[in-house]
């Protein structure tokens, strides 16, 4: 059983920045690709960003490209998004999600754990 964490949220001004953080716990020794997930007021939860295992490969929502950055530091077993260029129509709540492969979790297919979500509001 692995537990993720997500901090970092909270209000900040369009064109504003902010730093996520998913810290997991439990049986991490397991080589879980990793992503973040948004879910808006009245709409499905979808893709943001997805990085591989050794952190090699990243992958984008086309709606956060050049905007948000994905990383991890496995030796403190946590995953980041740096959000940066705000937009109101990226207010959410972000979900940090693992799964076997990027591929699954770009697809947001066999995610095994979610995290419980953390508020992000952009105000224009």
């Known amino acids: 059983q692995v537990t993720l964490v997500e901090s970092g949220g909270g209000l900040v001004q369009a064109g504003g920045s902010l730093r996520l953080s998913c810290a997991a716990s439990?049986?991490?020794?397991?080589?879980?690709?990793m992503g973040w997930f948004r879910q808006a007021p009245g709409k499905e939860r979808e893709f943001v960003a997805a990085i591989t295992w050794i952190g090699s490969s990243t992958y984008y929502a086309d709606s956060v490209k050049g905007r948000f950055t994905i990383s991890r530091d496995n030796a403190k077993i946590t995953v980041y998004l740096q959000m940066n260029s705000l937009k109101p129509e990226d207010t959410a709540v972000y979900y940090c999600?693992?799964?076997?492969?990027?591929?699954?979790?770009?697809?947001?297919?066999?995610?095994?754990?979610w995290g419980q979500g953390t508020q992000v509001t952009v105000s224009s």
């Open positions: 439990g049986r991490t020794d397991s080589n879980y690709a």
């Open positions: 999600g693992a799964g076997p492969s990027a591929r699954t979790v770009v697809a947001g297919t066999s995610i095994l754990y």
